[in-house]
């Protein structure tokens, strides 16, 4: 039985659990805003800065492409959890996390538009930081919508659909990039327009609670660089939840950062970017599939381990399946395998993680502390990727390092106690 605790009533709108189902309408702009921002955020990472990237300096791609996307990652694991504690702190009176979704939008589809102009390593990798700091401002405002908004016995449905976002943005992306706009320079220019389309409705359009004055938490720089440290002895569930978190992106990363040059040098197939579209479209239907299908059976059996245990054994087969057999049937089938263990993943997991938060005066900076944990690994897996393809094996060590941390990833969020 859920208790109430009688101080809650008194708390404002803005910092109270909150109690009333949100409406198809309010979901449909969530899941259009993180279209847009996931669409901002892997479109470049899996096809605009790798062309660029390989134009620039075709003989060391690896490398360059580990540098540019490894100083953006680095930038994001600090943007995320600042803008989070910003957000956290902003009184006005439309509210304190819209404005950080208009602002990360704009500011993010301008960097994106000055990326297109670069031809050296040295400028790709400036724009992507400064396009990595605004979208991800943007992203800490969106994900802190979550416990803001959401009844805990709805999240994981909700988070499912706030979560397909991250497998469909890169299909339509890639669409956009591969089949309507072909040039490199016209892609990213389709996708700075397609993030504002995308996500400024939701800004416009639904409620954000505005913070009293009186209920704002106290800010100092060196009380906002201590609250990225959560204790994990203080809250070891939140701990458990953030190392479970990490090690899944890692194998996330390890398994996607390098597909198109997979398919490229491992599997030698005809035509890496329609192939890389189509695992794409087939990882995104099985997502699509399990996500909001896992969150509402969370929800309804009030269990999240279990559904997040065996995603993590699902995808660590299908990474499996690509470091025994590097061809192209069994990367096809190891696709749509990667996205259904994914999508339950996400959408489960997402909600648990909104029931350990610390406190409700800083949700969207532990929300922000939570998302290092997306973002560390995009900065460590390209490197980690590199080193282990050129030194340790190839791409055989590559996807089996993958299934092993994801799966230990998975298996560890047993010892979460508050969560069933």
């Avoid at 009176?93 to 994106?112: C, P, Q």
Wanted: charged residues 10%; positive net charge; contains cysteine.
């Amino acid at each position: 039985m859920t208790t109430v605790d009688p101080e809650a009533s008194a708390l404002p709108a803005a910092l109270a659990e909150p109690t009333v189902r949100v409406r198809r309408g309010w979901i449909a702009l969530l899941f259009s805003a993180n279209l847009g921002v996931w669409m901002a955020f892997f479109t470049p990472i899996q096809i605009l800065l790798p062309n660029q990237v390989a134009a620039i300096a075709p003989d060391n791609k690896e490398t360059s492409l580990a540098w540019a996307m490894g100083f953006g990652a680095l930038v994001a694991i600090v943007a995320n959890p600042l803008a989070g504690a910003f957000s956290d702190r902003t009184t006005l009176a439309r509210g304190r996390r819209h404005v950080w979704t208009v602002g990360g939008a704009i500011l993010g589809a301008i960097s994106l538009v000055v990326l297109a102009q670069q031809d050296t390593i040295l400028g790709v990798t400036l724009a992507w930081v400064a396009a990595q700091a605004c979208f991800n401002a943007m992203l800490a405002a969106l994900t802190a919508a979550l416990p803001d908004r959401v009844p805990v016995d709805q999240r994981g449905g909700v988070s499912g659909w706030a979560g397909i976002p991250q497998a469909l943005g890169l299909v339509i992306g890639a669409v956009l990039v591969t089949t309507v706009f072909t040039g490199n320079r016209e892609g990213y220019l389709a996708v700075a327009v397609a993030v504002l389309v995308l996500g400024l409705p939701f800004a416009f359009l639904t409620r954000d609670d505005p913070l009293p004055r009186g209920h704002r938490p106290p800010f100092s720089f060196g009380g906002l660089i201590r609250g990225m440290w959560i204790s994990p002895r203080r809250y070891p569930d939140f701990a458990w939840a953030w190392g479970t978190r990490f090690l899944v992106q890692v194998g996330n990363a390890l398994g996607t950062l390098y597909l198109l040059y997979f398919l490229e040098d491992g599997v030698h197939y005809a035509d890496p970017e329609g192939g890389l579209l189509i695992l794409i479209l087939l990882y995104t239907a099985g997502m699509m599939a399990t996500a909001v299908v896992a969150g509402r059976l969370s929800d309804r059996s009030g269990r999240r381990k279990v559904f997040v245990v065996w995603s993590g054994v699902i995808m660590a087969v299908a990474a499996l399946l690509l470091a025994i057999w590097p061809v192209w049937p069994a990367a096809t089938v190891a696709a749509v395998l990667l996205g259904a263990g994914y999508g339950a993943y996400l959408a489960v997991d997402a909600a648990l993680i909104t029931q350990v938060l610390p406190a409700a005066t800083s949700r969207g900076q532990d929300l922000g502390v939570i998302n290092i944990a997306n973002s560390a690994p995009q900065a460590l897996g390209p490197f980690a990727a590199a080193w282990i393809v050129v030194y340790l094996g190839g791409y055989p060590t590559l996807y089996a390092a993958t299934a092993a941390v994801t799966l230990l990833g998975s298996v560890l969020v047993r010892k979460i106690r508050s969560v069933p």
